[in-house]
């Protein structure tokens, strides 16, 4: 669901990035056959409770799928400014992990649920140069290492310490960024990000313009060159898997949320929300399956 101030602050700035990155990167090459995701059906998305993100959770066993928006944020954090709440994840091992941002300042919040049920926040003080904008978190299959992104048009994703799991990390102190993810190509308005396989992850874009790829919200896949962590960067290459599903009674502009990969079954996951008064009735979590 779309909020008035959030990630929309630096659009002056990205646009003259984005046409910057447009005239020096090439296209990405087309999806390989393994990479095609068939979309097999959808979920009625609450435009409150279930329009931001979502996460598959394995531990503890037979756990519900779990799911963000402007209504699951506690009446404590907005209070205190953190009023908007992105795409979580959560590890192999069960942890829980929430981005936080607000509309100004100069650091962002992770909030982390540890297997016992006890909540904990981890503020990250921005970096120079560093967006507010939390959109999203992603845990490496390790569980060690966390990436998360910025909105508007960027050439990285950032890797910080998962914090609550990797023992570096103190509610006490600042969230180091540990590295960084060098992309091959630009990208828009990334939502959500979640690890298919140690070094790949699959993207849900908001881009509204379609200039980066030919193709407006994509699905995309980055493939790392190493597993991140700590010890220095890597590159990731970006490839367009296909176009978001836009279906929706109401005509008007789709927004691209978060997105989920469940292991176990092989599902890919990813919240649309319909334009105008449709984001009501038929905003979707739309499933897919690798064909």
């Known amino acids: 669901m779309r909020l008035p101030v959030r990630q929309r602050c630096h659009a002056a700035l990205t646009g003259v990035v984005a046409l ?23 979920d ?15 531990v503890p066993a037979n756990s519900p799928n779990r799911y963000t928006g402007i209504g699951t944020i506690p009446v404590d ?16 091992n069960g942890y829980y992990i929430e981005p936080y941002q ?32 939390n959109s999203w978190v992603a ?12 909105y508007g048009t960027m050439s990285r994703l950032l890797v910080f310490p998962t914090p609550g799991v990797n023992s570096s990390t103190s509610p006490s ?7 960084t993810v060098n992309l091959d190509h630009a990208v828009r308005d990334v939502q959500g990000c979640d690890f298919s396989g140690p070094t790949t992850l699959l993207c849900s874009s908001d881009d509204p313009a379609g200039t980066l790829f030919g193709i407006t919200k994509p ?12 010890s220095g960067d890597v590159s990731g290459h970006v490839t367009a898997l296909r176009q978001l599903p836009l279906r929706s009674s109401c005509s008007g502009t789709f927004e691209a949320e978060g997105i989920d990969y469940d292991r176990r079954t092989g599902t890919l996951r990813v919240i649309v929300v319909s334009p105008g008064f449709c984001v009501l009735t038929d905003s979707k979590t739309y499933r897919f399956t690798r064909s």
């Open 219 to 230: 699905l995309l896949q980055i493939d790392l060159s190493a597993v991140p962590s700590g």
């Open 173 to 179: 102190a600042s969230l180091p960024q540990a590295s």
């Open 44 to 58: 009625r998305a609450d435009p409150l409770t279930e329009s931001q993100g979502l996460t598959s959770v394995e």
């Open 77 to 92: 954090l907005s209070s205190r400014g953190w009023n908007h709440v992105g795409d979580p994840d959560a590890s192999y």
């Open 139 to 150: 845990i490496s299959p390790d569980g060690q290492w966390m990436l998360a992104g910025e």
């Open 102 to 133: 607000a509309d100004s300042g100069g650091a962002k919040m992770f909030r982390v649920q540890k297997p016992d049920g006890s909540w904990a926040e981890y503020v990250h003080n921005l970096s120079s140069g560093e967006a507010l904008n």
């Open 20 to 42: 910057a990155t447009a005239v020096v990167l090439s296209a990405a090459p087309p999806a390989s056959a393994a990479d095609t995701w068939t979309e097999v059906g959808s």
